[in-house]
């Protein structure tokens, strides 16, 4: 329970009754957990914290996963014994917008609730044309939830908020809980802050890639005033997995 005169709630708190959009728990495909047993020690610790459901969400980028492809992807997911882990645990994908990137959109991309799609952006490029590939993205029928936005640099310096409302356009934003630690720096932390004050997210994830992301959320105390805000972005997030 949490004790809001407080002034301040650990932020691992927040993972109870919790279904995470934004992970790298899919064994030896990315930069995430390297093998199966990682990935069943980093599930067991997010179950003693409470996390009810856990979408695996492996990169995909070109020049850097070429190898990975959503078939491939699909066929280690199915390999991997999750059941008795976890309450819930599914597979999208995280899409670099990148030259590639309308590729995946058209040949069926990893995605959540049938819909969902999950996109990042380079932490410091902005462009008009990249954002007119989230547009053709939705013409393909997709919901796009734009990762960690609070990270990139064009939104931390975007002071007249023309970058922003861009995103807003054309997609919904999902806050990582360790930007609010600091994890991703100080600026990424006031941003996320903002917009969580702000009510631009809609949905929250980990981001989890090791036991180190883990451990951070379990030492770090946040303002008890954005609890409420996680919350509600914590009903999304459940909702996504009930539509599955």
């Avoid at 631009?200 to 030492?219: A, E, P, Q, W």
């Amino acid at each position: 329970m949490f004790h809001f005169f407080s002034r301040n709630i650990r932020l691992s708190d927040v993972l109870a009754g919790f279904y995470d959009v934004h992970s790298h728990l899919l064994p030896g495909v990315d930069d995430g957990s390297p093998d199966s047993d990682t990935s069943f020690r980093l599930l067991d610790r997010f179950v003693q914290l409470g996390v009810e459901g856990v979408y695996a969400t492996p990169h995909i980028i070109c020049g850097m996963y070429d190898n990975q492809t959503e078939e491939s992807l699909r066929t280690v997911f199915g390999a991997f014994p999750w059941q008795g882990k976890i309450g819930r645990f599914g597979l999208a994908a995280e899409y670099f917008v990148d030259e590639r990137f309308l590729e995946h959109v058209t040949s069926g991309p990893l995605v959540f609730a049938g819909k969902h799609l999950l996109v990042e952006y380079p932490m410091q490029a902005f462009s008009l044309p990249s954002m007119a590939q989230l547009f053709e993205a939705t013409v393909y029928g997709y919901q796009v939830i734009v990762a960690h936005p609070e990270r990139y640099l064009f939104i931390q310096h975007d002071r007249n908020g023309n970058a922003l409302n861009e995103l807003l356009n054309n997609a919904c934003l999902q806050l990582n809980l360790l930007s609010l630690a600091g994890f991703h720096g100080s600026a990424a932390r006031k941003c996320a802050e903002t917009l969580l004050r702000d009510g631009r997210y809609t949905f929250v994830g980990t981001d989890t890639h090791s036991d180190r992301y883990i451990d951070v959320l379990c030492d770090t105390k946040i303002a008890s005033d954005l609890i409420p805000l996680i919350e509600r972005l914590k009903e999304n997030n459940r909702t996504l997995f009930e539509m599955e």
